[in-house]
């Protein structure tokens, strides 16, 4: 069965410092893959979504950046975090026009 | 920007009596769909309806699309404590690609024992 991990759960970090938000897929191949950011008491946001390795493509101009070096590996990444960048990240997997599997999200405080 | 939107922001409830949950989109889509987000935590798929159907069932989730008014609505029936989460209606745009889901704001659902 296929299965999503994403991590850390929780992570505090201070203005100015850099990001890596590690997700993989297992148990599917050539997965279309999103990273989602949820601010408080908002819907979701999509960042970014690829198709395929080493193919990114981004939604919205931000402080943040998405690579795919794998296959089933998505990394979400900033060079220097703002407060802005505070929120709940979701990783998601997809195949095709169907339901969307979500990881269990990264909440980053950045202070 | 936001696509769908839910209604209402929040609903409260008896455990045993139905909820029902409303969704409202701008655009063409391919497909829309529901998912539950307890808090903290992901998001959970509960059901998908393509734009060329109107009803779909499951379990004692029934949703239903109205292509002509851009709107869906999700019902739970017979609810219980464990449905309290966040509910989001999510639409698949008509254009070509995996270019994402666009979600609305979600509807916070609290069973009351």
């Known amino acids: 069965s296929q299965t999503i991990h994403q991590w850390p759960a929780t992570l505090v970090q201070p203005v100015g410092s850099p990001l890596s938000l590690e997700c993989t897929v297992e148990g599917t191949s050539n997965p279309n893959l999103y990273w989602y950011r949820q601010a408080a008491g908002r819907g979701l946001q999509l960042l970014f979504y690829s198709v395929g390795i080493g193919q990114i493509s981004s939604e919205v101009p931000q402080n943040l950046s998405a690579s795919r070096p794998q296959d089933r590996q998505f990394i979400l990444s900033s060079k220097k975090l703002l407060l802005s960048d505070s929120g709940f990240y979701l990783c998601?997997?997809?195949?095709?026009?169907?339901?969307?599997?979500f990881g269990s999200g990264t909440r980053l405080t950045v202070v | 920007s936001q696509q769908g939107e839910e209604d209402p922001q929040a609903l409260s409830i008896q455990e045993g009596e139905n909820a029902t949950m409303n969704c409202s989109y701008k655009t063409s889509i391919n497909n829309l769909q529901w998912y539950r987000q307890n808090s903290g935590r992901g998001l959970v798929h509960l059901i998908l309806i393509r734009s060329n159907e109107r009803e779909k069932h499951s379990g004692r989730l029934r949703v239903t699309l109205d292509t002509s008014k851009k709107s869906s609505s999700l019902l739970i029936t017979a609810s219980r404590a464990a449905d309290t989460a966040s509910y989001f209606c999510a639409t698949d745009g008509t254009g070509g690609g995996a270019d994402g889901l666009t979600f609305g704001k979600g509807t916070h659902l609290i069973i009351q024992p």
């Open positions: 998601a997997w997809s195949r095709g026009r169907s339901g969307y599997t």
